[in-house]
């Protein structure tokens, strides 16, 4: 049977008839007393988190959980849930969606601090070098900042900057992934002459960095986050009702042309 036993192998959870173990703790002894933060960091890192590590965390699940029906992934829930999907399929449906482009550019600038980190020894690098060639080489979008609807700030961005200050000054966390974002986006607004505003992927990034999470456990995060939000839109739907509804109402039509 070694061969069967072996065909998975886990450190997460050790179960046996009425026995459920999650990384070496009995379950009843976690329930009740770990909160979801916490049991999600349990989860993901094999720790428990100091108190204020998982109200980091907390903030920034709480603060990316949706941003409106225009939103591709929410309006996608939506759409599901009239062509007929349950709830389960209209939370499939979002997070699916959260891929490179919409819902990545907080792994994305994990992964780029991490190494912005590494490469400057600790010591404040020239980000704008770092940000031109990042531009040059990696893409024109520096991800985390600049937002189509929140000009010159996105409101989350501030919140969340000012809980990871009070966990620097608390000695929780470092601040250097802070200092580095912020120091990015104070570049970007000179290279560009206009603010140009951490924006949820972003503020969210740097709480993730602080608290040591790996780059894709950014996205994760994410997506586990914006999966309230399809949740509860999806559901709204359901009780306003309506049938295959698309992007736009019908009566509007796309623009047709024969050039490629």
Same mark, same amino acid.
């Given at each position: 049977?070694?061969?069967?036993?072996?065909?998975?192998?886990?450190?997460?959870?050790?179960?046996?008839?009425?026995?459920?173990?999650?990384?070496?703790?009995?379950?009843?002894?976690?329930?009740?007393?770990?909160?979801?933060?916490?049991?999600?960091?349990?989860?993901?890192?094999?720790?428990?988190?100091?108190?204020?590590?998982?109200? $980091?965390? @907390?903030?920034?699940?709480?603060?990316?959980? /949706?941003?409106?029906? +225009?939103? !591709?992934?929410?309006? *996608? &829930?939506?759409?599901?849930?009239?062509?007929?999907?349950?709830?389960?399929?209209?939370?499939?449906?979002?997070?699916?969606?959260?891929?490179?482009?919409?819902?990545?550019?907080?792994?994305? $600038?994990? @992964?780029?601090?991490?190494?912005?980190?590494? /490469?400057?020894?600790? +010591?404040? !690098?020239?980000?704008? *070098? &770092?940000?031109?060639?990042?531009?040059?080489?990696?893409?024109?979008?520096?991800?985390?900042?600049?937002?189509?609807?929140?000009?010159?700030?996105?409101?989350?961005?501030?919140?969340?900057?000012?809980?990871?200050?009070?966990?620097?000054?608390?000695?929780?966390?470092?601040? +250097?992934?802070?200092?580095?974002?912020?120091?990015?986006?104070?570049?970007?607004?000179?290279?560009?002459?206009?603010?140009?505003?951490?924006?949820?992927?972003?503020?969210?990034?740097?709480?993730?960095?602080?608290?040591?999470?790996?780059?894709?456990?950014?996205?994760?995060?994410?997506?586990?986050?914006?999966?309230?939000?399809?949740?509860?839109?999806?559901?709204?739907?359901?009780?306003?009702?309506?049938?295959?509804?698309?992007?736009?109402?019908?009566?509007?039509?796309?623009?047709?042309?024969?050039?490629?």
């Amino acid at each position: 049977m070694s061969d069967v036993a072996d065909w998975w192998r886990t450190s997460i959870i050790e179960m046996e008839p009425g026995r459920i173990s999650i990384r070496g703790s009995e379950i009843e002894d976690l329930i009740g007393n770990l909160s979801f933060a916490e049991m999600i960091w349990l989860m993901l890192r094999g720790t428990r988190p100091e108190t204020g590590q998982a109200h $980091l965390l @907390e903030a920034a699940l709480v603060a990316s959980v /949706d941003h409106g029906p +225009q939103a !591709p992934s929410i309006a *996608a &829930a939506r759409m599901a849930v009239t062509c007929g999907l349950g709830l389960n399929g209209a939370m499939g449906t979002a997070v699916h969606m959260l891929d490179d482009v919409h819902g990545g550019a907080g792994e994305q $600038l994990v @992964e780029w601090l991490y190494g912005l980190a590494e /490469d400057s020894n600790v +010591q404040q !690098p020239d980000l704008e *070098a &770092a940000v031109t060639a990042y531009q040059a080489h990696v893409s024109k979008y520096i991800p985390g900042f600049g937002h189509r609807f929140h000009k010159p700030v996105d409101p989350r961005a501030p919140r969340l900057m000012s809980l990871v200050a009070e966990a620097r000054d608390s000695g929780l966390v470092s601040g +250097q992934f802070m200092t580095l974002a912020c120091g990015i986006e104070d570049q970007l607004a000179r290279l560009k002459g206009k603010p140009v505003p951490m924006n949820i992927d972003g503020a969210t990034a740097v709480i993730f960095a602080e608290l040591g999470f790996a780059p894709p456990l950014a996205r994760g995060l994410f997506c586990l986050s914006r999966s309230v939000g399809a949740m509860a839109h999806g559901y709204e739907q359901m009780q306003q009702g309506g049938r295959n509804k698309g992007p736009t109402p019908p009566h509007y039509r796309w623009t047709f042309s024969d050039e490629d």
